[in-house]
């Protein structure tokens, strides 16, 4: 399984950006798919994960202004982002899971920056 996440960039606060995360491969389709974000410094951290029957689950910091969905036919998962935050400045990694064989799966990281 291969992940590949796209839609990085700098952005001022305020703005908004989206990123997508296309996989690819042998997908079982029972799966939670998600992204996680690392700020220099920082441990790596939950932002939002989804389900292929569509159950959400969000960090407390992104409620209200991070959006997560996922298009099970094309196995893609994209993140809207809006009201983004200086503090939100981070690379964004996608995830897959799936539990039933407890197979974990990694993107490529993409860059989001937020300037004040």
């Known amino acids: 399984v291969q992940l590949q996440a796209s839609g990085g960039g700098l952005v001022q606060a305020g703005g908004s950006l989206r990123l997508s995360c296309a996989a690819s491969?042998?997908?079982?389709?029972?799966?939670?798919m998600g992204w996680y974000r690392q700020a220099p410094g920082n441990q790596r951290e939950l932002v939002a994960t989804i389900t292929n029957n569509g159950g959400t689950n969000y960090a407390d910091s992104v409620k209200g202004r991070f959006t997560i969905s996922r298009d099970n036919a094309k196995n893609t998962v994209h993140l809207q982002m809006n009201n983004l935050k200086p503090e939100d400045t981070a690379v964004y990694s996608c995830?897959?899971?799936?539990?039933?064989?407890?197979?974990?799966?990694w993107g490529q990281g993409t860059k989001v920056t937020v300037s004040s």
């Open positions: 491969g042998s997908i079982f389709r029972v799966n939670t």
């Open positions: 995830n897959l899971k799936v539990l039933l064989s407890r197979s974990e799966y």
